[in-house]
């Protein structure tokens, strides 16, 4: 055996562990927001994203008892049952783990090789295939656990009273018939930030990140890149043209920016890993999601900022390699 | 003066474990039956014994002369008798053997007449001999000659001397300092005298308050006992792992970063270790040669602490005089960070020895399973030379040389910060020096195929050459036959046109 002959009481499970602690207060509001069906959302992402890392590490007969006890798979699951909308059927949310787990993660050799966020993967992949249930949000305050139970067992997608616009689908369908943005928010669907009821579920997930920076199992860099890249872009716009642009806050406190910014961005196998690669990367996250957003043909353009952002990391970290001890010279006192 | 302390990126703050060896006196050890003094202590060369076997030494006796400008000499640990030369296993991960002097001791201590030097007085050629005959090379570790550091002729501001012990379990150098600080000070100061320079600074980390207190209480009688007007100044340094490596130290008290290849005399800076400061007191104030040091035994002992070691004394007869514990599974020479495990504990203590310790799998628990990286960046933040260990990592593995060499693979000096902190228990610092080796090896063997490429090709020209120069000269014959055939054609014609001609 050679040196070091000590270890730090550390390991991958306690981080993974760590996140999904993190994550309680998010689902917490969300279930006192939106409903309880997000537990039963998350409990089936979980079981399908074990049972199928378990069955994938049978086929590339690998060690099961390491991997599966890692933690990693059951964070996948319960930031895709997050981004999903909680009344999706059940059969959707599996599709989606299986694009995650067996297609993201494995087909590129497993946790620690894959390239592309296999949440952001998973959800892609299900709003490119089903754009239809993919817009059905719950509308909050309907709280009724029971209609959201029978949508997510499949039942006839009888969705009225139970649905409502989100704050970014509202936006952009006010927007695309020329109201101006003050108009817009002037609507029920709007709160003091965001969406009404959801701006809250952004504050539980900003409660999380600062779990995660105190513990630091994610670097500050990489929420405050994706903040600015976002927040920063929609105050230029918002600053240059109000009717049009809704504001930064609004941005950030609408659709997934902070479950992103503390929870997706941070994903360490697939962001930039240098210090200013990951603010680079995260900027690049942020400003896209709001190209997205304003321009695009999706009304959340997160998930598709983060996967073209993950191409670029090789890049990002070759070009932001850090000064090493005595590369940069400091005067002598 | 109060030095403006600097930080230096990285590092970690593991378990100090000072405890256990810290609280007794140094303790003298009982001679050993026999003492293996290898030839070679120093790392940049060896001494040319001039003892033959049957020959009585006495203690501090010269038994091997410097060899060449980087040798340092060695001498008898004790009185006795040369039993014979021949190689021994020495303590090194390889555990290759060595060539060294086996004495027997007589038992008797009995000393060779010492010829102390006076610093004010001699010069300094016959101070650096002195201290190259004296045997002193730098205790810290690296065995580097002191005669060859101090002897540089470069413009030296700032003298270092390194009580800072950043290793957890090791506190060899805590001990001298708090027991033999006054020879640390007269050492340091001998050391500025010999390099000039403008201040001597003593860096010490404060997690060994004894330490900082016995060496300020020396240095402040030792103010203005010559007439240098330069004071050696103690400063406590934070408790950070490795704030001891040298390049390290260097940073924290000048703010001064050494690239990797580069020496930090060429930045007006050198930096001895405590206990070759104290050797060097010895030596010329003294006239005692190196024939001991300081050795912290710890771990798994009954009795663990710190010993005045005679070197050449075999690493068995420490560990049988501190009492093995029950569930010892290996021996380890130097701190549980960077040390290395023993191959066999018949190796003798030499000049870089600091540290004993006995693992067993409580104190030193075997890793867990290793697991993929997931670029988690813990690593690169504990990296103190601020490089990406988890890229070097990566680049390692898929044996991507080029892009660890362009990542610093070779800026890497294996502290071992980042495997201590790795969550997924990758063995980092292994997978470096498996790097490391291929390059060098792969650099090796570019080298001999260009060499066999360069030969070849100096062959094949060789061999035109020579073609060239055949044809040249069969062409020349031939000419010359033709010429001379010519000639005697024309003749045979002439001849045979004169027999033609009608009579």
């Known amino acids: 055996m050679s040196s070091p002959h000590i270890r730090q009481p550390a390991s991958v499970q306690r981080i993974m562990l760590t996140v999904l602690l993190a994550l309680l207060p998010g689902i917490a509001v969300y279930i006192w927001q939106i409903g309880a069906a997000i537990l039963v959302n998350i409990a089936i992402a979980s079981a399908t994203a074990l049972a199928t890392e378990a069955f994938i590490l049978k086929l590339r007969k690998r060690p099961l008892a390491i991997t599966l006890g890692d933690g990693s798979a059951l964070v996948t699951a319960w930031l895709i049952a997050l981004a999903l909308p909680c009344i999706v059927p059940w059969w959707l949310t599996v599709l989606a783990v299986l694009a995650a787990i067996a297609g993201a993660k494995h087909l590129y050799g497993g946790i620690g090789q894959n390239p592309f966020n296999p949440a952001m993967i998973a959800y892609c992949s299900m709003i490119v295939a089903y754009p239809a249930i993919m817009s059905q949000w719950p509308a909050p305050g309907h709280t009724d656990f029971a209609a959201q139970f029978h949508l997510i067992l499949g039942g006839s997608r009888d969705i009225d009273g139970i649905t409502g616009a989100t704050a970014l689908d509202a936006m952009r369908t006010g927007l695309r018939n020329h109201a101006n943005v003050d108009a817009i928010l002037a609507s029920g669907t709007f709160g003091f930030a965001g969406g009404r009821g959801w701006e809250w579920l952004a504050v539980g997930y900003l409660l999380g990140g600062g779990i995660l920076l105190a513990r630091r199992i994610i670097d500050w860099r990489l929420p405050l890149g994706f903040i600015a890249g976002l927040g920063g872009t929609a105050a230029l716009f918002w600053l240059i043209s109000p009717e049009r642009f809704p504001s930064p806050l609004f941005h950030l406190a609408s659709g997934g920016a902070m479950l992103a910014a503390f929870f997706i961005v941070t994903d360490p196998v697939t962001a930039a890993s240098t210090p200013r690669g990951k603010l680079i990367f995260a900027a690049g996250v942020g400003i896209l999601a709001w190209i997205v957003r304003s321009f695009g043909a999706y009304p959340e353009g997160i998930a598709f900022g983060v996967l073209l952002m993950n191409i670029c990391v090789p890049w990002i970290d070759r070009h932001t390699q850090p000064a090493i001890f005595g590369q940069q010279q400091e005067t002598r006192p | ?503």
């Open chain 2, 1 to 503: 003066m109060i030095a403006r302390l600097f930080h230096f990126r990285g590092g970690i703050e593991p378990d100090p474990h000072k405890r256990e060896s810290s609280a007794a006196p140094i303790r003298p050890v009982p001679l050993p039956p026999k003492l293996i003094v290898p030839l070679i202590q120093g790392s940049r060369g060896g001494a040319r014994t001039i003892v033959t076997v049957g020959d009585k030494v006495l203690k501090g006796q010269c038994i091997g002369e410097a060899e060449g400008a980087g040798g340092t000499a060695i001498h008898a640990p004790t009185s006795g008798t040369v039993m014979e030369i021949d190689r021994y296993p020495m303590a090194h991960p390889s555990g290759l053997a060595s060539l060294a002097i086996v004495l027997e001791p007589d038992g008797e201590e009995r000393w060779i007449t010492p010829e102390p030097l006076d610093p004010a007085r001699a010069s300094r050629e016959e101070l650096l001999l002195r201290i190259q005959a004296s045997g002193i090379v730098g205790m810290g570790g690296a065995t580097f000659p002191s005669h060859i550091k101090i002897g540089k002729e470069s413009r030296i501001d700032t003298l270092l001397i390194n009580g800072a012990e950043c290793e957890p379990w090791i506190t060899c150098d805590d001990r001298l300092m708090r027991e033999r600080a006054a020879d640390i000070v007269a050492g340091a100061k001998i050391l500025r005298h010999l390099n000039g320079a403008r201040r001597v600074l003593v860096g010490i980390e404060d997690n060994k308050p004894e330490a900082i207190a016995a060496m300020t209480a020396a240095a402040h009688d030792a103010h203005g006992k010559d007439d240098s007007g330069v004071d050696v100044e103690i400063v406590p340094i934070p408790t950070r792992y490795p704030a001891g490596g040298e390049k390290q130290l260097i940073r924290v008290l000048t703010g001064i970063e050494i690239p990797a290849g580069k020496i930090a005399s060429d930045f007006g800076v050198q930096c001895f270790n405590v206990g070759t400061a104290h050797a060097v007191c010895r030596a010329l104030a003294h006239g005692e040669a190196m024939i001991s040091r300081i050795v912290t035994v710890t771990g798994n002992v009954e009795r663990p602490g710190n010993y005045e070691v005679l070197l050449g004394t075999p690493v068995h007869h420490l560990f049988a005089l501190c009492g093995l514990r029950p569930g010892t599974d290996r021996k380890l020479m130097g701190g549980p960070m960077m040390g290395f495990t023993l191959p066999s504990l018949d190796a003798p203590i030499t000049k870089g020895s600091n540290c004993l310790i006995a693992a067993s799998p409580e104190l030193f628990p075997p890793p867990p399973p290793e697991q993929p990286c997931i670029r988690c960046g813990t690593c690169a933040r504990s990296c103190p030379i601020g490089l990406q260990p988890f890229a070097l990592y990566w680049a390692g593995r898929a044996k991507r040389f080029d892009d660890a060499n362009r990542y610093h693979l070779f800026d890497c000096i294996e502290c071992g910060c980042c495997a201590y902190v790795c969550p997924a228990h990758i063995p980092l610092v292994d997978y470096f020096r498996f790097a490391k080796s291929e390059i060098r090896a792969r650099d090796e063997e570019d080298k001999a195929a260009s060499q066999a490429r360069a030969r070849f090709e100096a062959r094949v020209a060789r061999l035109e050459r020579e073609k060239a120069e055949k044809a040249a000269r069969l062409a020349a014959k031939a000419a010359e036959t033709r010429a001379s055939l010519a000639a005697g054609d024309a003749a045979l014609i002439a001849a045979a046109q004169k027999n033609q001609e009608p009579a």
